[in-house]
């Protein structure tokens, strides 16, 4: 089968290259993103494959249909990019990649957390320009504080078992505790007790309509003062204007972002040469506590073979029984 790969970079082109060895699927890649004015590149293609900002609404899902692409193959967990109601409609399959390496984002938020606590960037760059000075760069033991852990799927786990080892308090919130984590010492609470107890509090929860802002001002309100704040999940669980104000005020003491909730237009791209226009993401860079990193999380070499892996078994299931191996339904 013919599959129109957008938003490629070299590392999926290698990824994908070495993953589709034995199942011999022709793929096409294109660096560009798949968006209002690229589905024609799709023109011969059977399935599509997308990553997270390529633009998967009901007016592209219906020119793809409309050129005989069949499958839409994502290369990630969320599909929230994705119309899946209208892919239904028009006879779209969709498949994505339920779980790749929990560890690669697990170990990103505590490379996020250590970094903002023992601010190892800022010291990285005076010590590159002969400035040993120390003031400024006071952090605090991880040992002995509450962490709040919201979503404890496979990320949340693997990063709790991360944190007990750092010898922290773990609380966490999920409309479905798992034995692993009460074994483990975790306590489930309300939302309510995250915010007010947890010196940091860090998401791993999936984008739904319930937690679309789930960060807002009435949760930042009801937060410990100086808390940290990581989000590696989805950019939309946090209102990044609310987080500013709260940032402001000194209710949020740091920041680590892997996600950004209008990131489509800015993460995956080399603005070095460019201003960023995007006004409230520009703000968010003049603090000196908070850290951007751009949704480079899942980015290991074990999750890339990963996802490749999954998404030609996709591929593959879909050629042969005309449904993918993790296939999407219209809710």
């Known amino acids: 089968m013919q599959v129109a790969v957008f938003s490629a970079r070299p590392y999926d082109v290698a990824s994908l290259t070495a993953a589709n060895a034995a199942a011999g699927h022709a793929l096409v890649f294109h660096e560009t993103r798949l968006a209002a004015e690229t589905p024609a590149l799709a023109a011969e293609a059977g399935a599509v494959c997308a990553f997270v900002n390529d633009d998967l609404s009901a007016a592209v899902v219906a020119r793809l249909a409309a050129l005989g692409v069949r499958l839409l193959a994502l290369r990630s967990a969320g599909f929230n990019h994705v119309d899946v109601a209208a892919a239904a409609a028009a006879g779209l399959a969709v498949g994505r990649v339920p779980a790749y390496s929990p560890h690669a984002v697990a170990e990103h938020a505590v490379a996020l957390i250590l970094t903002l606590n023992r601010k190892t960037h800022r010291a990285y760059n005076r010590v590159r320009e002969g400035n040993f000075e120390l003031h400024g760069l006071l952090g605090f033991d991880l040992h002995g504080k509450t962490v709040g852990i919201v979503g404890t799927g496979l990320i949340g786990r693997?990063?709790?078992?991360?944190?007990?080892?750092?010898?922290?308090?773990?609380?966490?919130?999920?409309?479905?505790?798992?034995?692993?984590?009460?074994?483990?010492?975790?306590?489930?609470?309300?939302?309510?007790?995250?915010?007010?107890e947890s010196d940091i509090v860090t998401l791993q929860c999936p984008l739904t309509p319930e937690t679309r802002h789930l960060i807002d001002?009435?949760?930042?309100?009801?937060?410990?003062?100086?808390?940290?704040?990581?989000?590696?999940?989805?950019?939309?669980?946090?209102?990044?204007?609310?987080?500013?104000?709260?940032?402001?005020?000194?209710?949020?003491?740091?920041?680590?972002?892997?996600?950004?909730?209008?990131?489509?237009?800015?993460?995956?791209?080399?603005?070095?040469?460019?201003?960023?226009?995007?006004?409230?993401?520009?703000?968010?860079?003049?603090?000196?506590?908070?850290?951007?990193?751009?949704?480079?999380?899942?980015?290991?070499?074990?999750?890339?073979?990963?996802?490749?892996?999954?998404?030609?078994?996709?591929?593959?299931?879909?050629?042969?029984?005309?449904?993918?191996?993790?296939?999407?339904?219209?809710?």
Not at 163 to 168: E, K, N, Q, S, V
Not at 279 to 298: E, I, K, M, S
Request: proline share 4%; charged share 20%.
């Open 158 to 196: 693997v990063l709790a078992r991360i944190l007990a080892g750092f010898g922290c308090r773990l609380v966490a919130h999920d409309p479905f505790p798992h034995p692993e984590m009460v074994a483990l010492g975790v306590a489930y609470v309300g939302m309510d007790r995250i915010l007010a």
């Open 217 to 331: 001002d009435a949760a930042i309100a009801r937060m410990k003062r100086g808390v940290m704040l990581v989000n590696t999940s989805r950019g939309a669980v946090v209102d990044t204007r609310a987080v500013i104000r709260g940032l402001k005020s000194g209710t949020i003491g740091s920041l680590g972002l892997d996600v950004y909730e209008e990131e489509e237009a800015l993460f995956f791209e080399d603005f070095s040469d460019r201003f960023i226009e995007d006004d409230t993401f520009a703000r968010l860079l003049t603090f000196p506590n908070v850290l951007v990193t751009g949704h480079q999380a899942f980015f290991t070499v074990e999750a890339l073979a990963g996802i490749a892996e999954t998404t030609v078994a996709n591929l593959t299931a879909f050629e042969r029984d005309g449904r993918p191996l993790h296939p999407v339904a219209a809710q």
